[in-house]
C-alpha cells in the first residue's frame, strides 16, 4: 500500500471533481500535486485552500496532452519525489452528433482523456514498481461504460480509459499496484451549464445529480489502504442510470 505520506497526482486539479479529489486527498495526509493546463487563478485558490487546512500542495502546469511537457516535468518528479497515487481526472467533452462532428472535437476528447493518461501514468510506473506500491485511479464516465447520444467521442475515450484501468491492474497487480476506475453519471459541475437538466433528471432513477464531494470520497477510499484488494475494477457512481 501507499505510504501515508506519499505524494498524490491529481489531473485536472483547478475546478470540479479535481479540485474534490485534491482536497479530500489532502485531508487523507499525502501532500498533492495539482497539476492544471491554463487556470492560474482557480488552480492557485485549491492551494491555498489545502494550505490553509493544514494540508501541503504543489501547482504543477503542464498539458497532460503534451508528452513532452508531462514527461519533463515527471520524470525528474518522479526520481525525488514518493508519488503514491495518480488520479487521472482530466478530460473534457465536445458534444456533437456523430454526423456534424469534426476531427478536432474527436481529437480534443481522446488525446485529453487516452493520450493523458498515457503522459502522465507512463513516466509514474516504474518508481511505483521498486516501492512495490501505488494507487492509480482513472475517472472515466457512465457515458464509457452505457455510451450516450452526442457524445461518441467521449464515450470512445472513456470506455478506451476503462480498458486500459483493467489491463494494466493486471499488469500491476503482483507489485502491490492497484488501478481501478470510477464511472461518474452526471454531477454537478460546470459541464452540465449547457445541457438538458429536466431531461438528464428524468433518466437518473433517484432523481438527482451527484456531486463532486460524492465522487472524491470514493477516490479517496480507494486511494486508502483499506482499498488494498480491489484491482481492476469500475465502479460506477450514477445514481442508479446504466
Do not use: C
Request: charged share 20%; glycine share 10%; net charge neutral.
Amino acid at each position: 500500500m501507499t505510504e501515508q505520506r506519499s505524494f498524490a497526482l491529481v489531473t485536472g486539479a483547478s475546478r470540479g471533481i479535481g479540485a474534490a479529489i485534491a482536497r479530500t486527498l489532502a485531508r487523507a495526509g499525502h501532500p498533492v500535486l495539482l497539476n492544471y493546463r491554463s487556470q492560474d487563478e482557480l488552480a492557485a485558490q485549491i492551494k491555498s485552500e489545502i494550505e490553509r487546512d493544514g494540508g501541503q500542495a504543489r501547482l504543477l502546469k503542464f498539458d497532460v496532452r503534451d508528452a513532452a511537457a508531462a514527461r519533463k516535468i515527471l520524470e525528474p518528479l518522479a526520481q525525488e519525489l514518493p508519488i503514491g497515487v495518480v488520479v487521472n481526472n482530466a478530460g473534457i467533452a465536445r458534444d456533437a452528433s456523430f454526423p456534424s462532428m469534426d476531427w478536432p472535437a474527436w481529437e480534443d476528447v481522446t488525446r485529453t482523456t487516452l493520450d493523458g493518461f498515457f503522459h502522465v501514468t507512463q513516466p509514474l510506473v516504474m518508481p511505483m514498481v521498486r516501492r512495490r506500491s501505488g494507487r492509480i485511479i482513472n475517472i472515466a464516465s457512465i457515458s464509457g461504460v452505457i455510451g450516450n447520444r452526442g457524445q461518441v467521442n467521449y464515450s470512445a475515450a472513456k470506455a478506451g480509459l476503462i480498458g486500459a484501468t483493467r489491463s494494466l491492474a493486471l499488469e500491476l497487480a503482483k507489485r502491490n499496484i492497484t488501478v481501478n476506475a470510477v464511472a461518474p453519471g452526471p454531477i454537478e459541475t460546470d459541464m452540465l451549464d449547457d445541457a438538458p437538466v429536466d431531461m438528464i433528471l428524468k433518466a437518473i432513477p433517484m432523481r438527482r445529480f451527484g456531486t463532486s464531494e460524492e465522487v472524491a470520497a470514493l477516490v479517496g477510499f480507494l486511494a486508502s489502504e483499506a482499498a488494498g484488494y480491489i484491482t481492476g475494477q469500475v465502479i460506477s457512481m450514477s445514481g442508479g442510470l446504466g
